[in-house]
């Protein structure tokens, strides 16, 4: 099965809103990224995390290790938001990433 | 911000041909990898490398052949190329064992089709 797992697999949110993804993992990751690939193809960092919290805006994201899971939080989604989003949890010493299949998220007016 | 760059943007090849795909990143990190983007699949690694000289095999590696000339400079051959390498393709670069350890920056991908 899949080492890393994202929900939801597709998204819809109108404008303003709040959501939540999750990355859930069956390896022990010590640390997990976020990534947001726009209509453009482009891949932008969002987050590094250790086991905690970061914060960027309307962006926050989750990271426990104990639990093997992640969560990315936005809020009042804007139209710009819109892309797939991908989370790649590395375990320990391994600087080898092992990403999600993705979450595809459409914001719309 | 890493600067990672790629070459060609997109490549035409028939069933057999030989393609090289170039990466150079500008900020020395140690760290560089080929992904290969595919719908339904996400990002799969093909090789990585952490250091000239260095290979180190990915999850999907067979049909493909890696080499880390430099620090700054990482080749993915496609030798004998075959439809089901049709793909996007990405490189990327980390410093790993810094303050961000494996964050990741990726350049801005390859599209390669092969009849």
């Known amino acids: 099965g899949d080492k890393v797992k994202q929900s939801p697999s597709a998204l819809s949110l109108q404008e303003g809103t709040n959501s939540a993804l999750r990355c859930n993992f069956s390896i022990a990751a010590t640390t997990v990224q976020w990534f947001l690939q726009n209509p453009r193809g482009s891949l932008i960092n969002l987050f590094y995390?250790?086991?905690g919290t970061k914060e960027n805006g309307r962006l926050k994201s989750t990271f426990n290790s104990k639990e093997s899971y992640s969560t990315l939080h936005i809020r009042d989604a804007q139209l710009e938001d819109s892309g797939t989003y991908f989370c790649a949890a590395a375990p320990g010493g391994n600087y080898k990433p092992t990403f999600g299949k993705g979450t595809s998220l459409v914001v719309h007016p | 911000e890493a600067a990672v760059t790629q070459s060609p943007r997109n490549k035409v090849t028939v069933t057999g041909g030989n393609v090289t795909l170039s990466c150079r990143q500008t900020?020395?990190?140690?760290?560089m990898y080929w992904y290969r983007q595919d719908t339904g699949h996400g990002l799969r690694l093909i090789h990585y490398?952490?250091?000239?000289?260095?290979?180190q095999i990915g999850d999907v590696p067979d049909g493909y052949k890696a080499t880390r000339t430099t620090q700054e400079d990482f080749f993915l051959l496609l030798e004998l190329a075959s439809p089901s390498q049709t793909s996007l393709y990405f490189c990327?670069?980390?410093?790993?064992?810094?303050?961000?350890?494996?964050?990741?920056?990726f350049g801005p991908g390859t599209r390669l089709l092969v009849l």
């Open positions: 995390l250790v086991p």
């Open positions: 900020n020395s990190h140690n760290y």
């Open positions: 490398s952490y250091g000239a000289g260095n290979l």
């Open positions: 990327a670069s980390s410093d790993a064992g810094g303050v961000n350890q494996d964050t990741q920056y």
